[in-house]
């Protein structure tokens, strides 16, 4: 992974969280007193404090997806929006420079199937459909629509792995061509 992955802090946060509630369980089953003092688990069962630190890591877990999602969505918004700049630099100048505008204002309010659709010429559509799936449970995670079925659940390595691809290919893809000085031909 590249040092800019934009998802990278979200992730490290998620796993120091995943490593905490490890502590935690082991420190609630050896009941070591000086830390748990002034927590919840004083006076606790050993299966109720169990339950309450597994259930806290599984929020940690849906809400680590929604984050690397939100942030992943954000990537891929603001790379839409300077490419807008390659449309004001068309012709006629007054009709590309309007048009670069409306893109980039506008683009912030397509819905975001259709966005990962535009990059289906040059990326992987399976990986466009992995990100969707992803997608469909980060919304599901954040309407807890209980009227449908739970979509297929993503871990947030999953996310992570899957996000961070199509990050990079987009990178990669749409990396603006260094133009070759007619010198070094």
């Not at 397509?110 to 399976?126: A, M, Q």
Request: no cysteine.
């Amino acid at each position: 992974m590249s040092s800019d992955n934009p998802l990278e802090p979200v992730y490290k946060a998620f796993e120091v969280a995943r490593d905490s509630f490890r502590v935690a369980i082991r420190t609630v089953r050896e009941q070591h007193e000086p830390f748990i003092r002034r927590t919840q688990f004083v006076g606790a069962t050993l299966e109720e404090a169990e339950t309450a630190l597994e259930e806290a890591s599984r929020q940690a877990s849906d809400l680590a997806v929604l984050a690397l999602f939100a942030t992943f969505e954000r990537f891929v918004i603001e790379h839409l929006q300077a490419a807008n700049e390659r449309l004001a630099t068309g012709h006629p100048e007054e009709y590309s420079r309007k048009l670069a505008e409306k893109f980039k204002a506008e683009v912030e309010y397509w819905r975001f199937d259709d966005i990962l659709d535009l990059f289906k010429p040059e990326v992987d559509t399976n990986l466009i459909g992995q990100v969707k799936q992803i997608k469909r449970y980060r919304d599901w995670i954040a309407h807890r629509n209980t009227d449908r079925a739970v979509p297929t659940q993503a871990t947030p390595a999953t996310a992570f792995e899957v996000l961070s691809k199509l990050i990079e290919e987009i990178r990669e893809i749409h990396a603006v061509p260094v133009p070759v000085p007619a010198s070094v031909l």
